[in-house]
């Protein structure tokens, strides 16, 4: 593509997600994300009415007299996404790919989070740490995250998102909301990685998959391979047990997913391309702000 024809669909791409972003979800968002803790503003003297357990006993040890610590509501929030880039992000049967579906909801959320005053970054990876953006405000931090969504080249074949979880413990100091997005296949072994981040931060798990990820084609005899692993397999497609055997992976495979986040007390998401991801996100905001 040229560089007109990649500012043409950025552009595309903002105009919408900019719209959704000022007319339906600004509310929603704000009432489940903001205002989740407190954080030290000051010291002052004590008066009569505060509360004793507000008191500073050290500063109040050595000014020989009462203070208390002030506290205001932390209103500004650091969004990280957590973007898989593997090859298996590339697959799409529709208009979309997983990886151009997935850019759509992080342009929405991410216009959301800075018209609410938030920061908003992104580390990407496979079976590496790809890229990593930190949170950032204005609309030409924005402009440059979709267009590494839609365009960045990972060298990474595989997909490790044990990694992925422990580079955001490090890297976020503060308490911030993570949206783990990725389509989890062969996600393995990642829920001791997700529960120490969750012991500090806000963390979400979105899952995207292809509708025809879930039903074999049938199609007879097939050649299948593994984009992540390079495996290749010669199946019947048209094969009534084996239609039955994959159906039966997919279900208790999403049933796997789904456990491990509700283990590690984060919420969890799965949204197929070409569903109506607005609906969705809209109806998981309101059931996260009646739970606060």
Request: glycine share 6%; proline share 3%.
């Amino acid at each position: 593509m040229t560089e007109k024809e990649i500012f043409k669909k950025i552009i595309k791409v903002e105009i919408y997600t900019r719209f959704l972003a000022d007319h339906f979800f600004a509310g929603r968002y704000s009432s489940s994300f903001k205002g989740r803790g407190i954080e030290f503003a000051n010291v002052r003297p004590y008066v009569f009415g505060d509360d004793v357990k507000t008191i500073d006993w050290n500063i109040t040890a050595r000014m020989n007299y009462p203070y208390v610590k002030e506290f205001v509501e932390e209103r500004q929030l650091s969004i990280l996404f957590l973007v898989d880039l593997s090859p298996s992000m590339l697959f799409g049967t529709g208009e979309k790919t997983k990886r151009e579906f997935v850019t759509e909801i992080v342009a929405l959320l991410s216009w959301t989070a800075i018209r609410n005053n938030d920061k908003v970054g992104v580390a990407f990876f496979t079976d590496r740490i790809e890229k990593y953006i930190p949170p950032r405000k204005g609309r030409f931090h924005i402009l440059r995250i979709i267009r590494e969504l839609l365009y960045f080249a990972p060298s990474g074949e595989g997909s490790s998102f044990s990694s992925a979880l422990e580079f955001a413990s490090r890297v976020l100091k503060k308490r911030s909301v993570v949206f783990c997005i990725s389509d989890f296949l062969n996600a393995q072994n990642f829920e001791k990685n997700l529960r120490i981040l969750r012991q500090k931060h806000d963390v979400i798990g979105i899952r995207i998959l292809d509708p025809k990820e879930k039903i074999l084609p049938d199609c007879g005899l097939c050649e299948i391979a593994d984009t992540e692993t390079g495996e290749t397999l010669i199946l019947n497609l048209s094969s009534p047990a084996i239609k039955k055997t994959w159906e039966k992976y997919v279900k208790g495979d999403e049933e796997r997913i789904k456990k491990t986040f509700a283990r590690a007390s984060c919420n969890y998401l799965k949204i197929d391309v070409g569903e109506d991801y607005i609906a969705e996100l809209l109806k998981f905001f309101k059931l996260r702000a009646k739970r606060r």
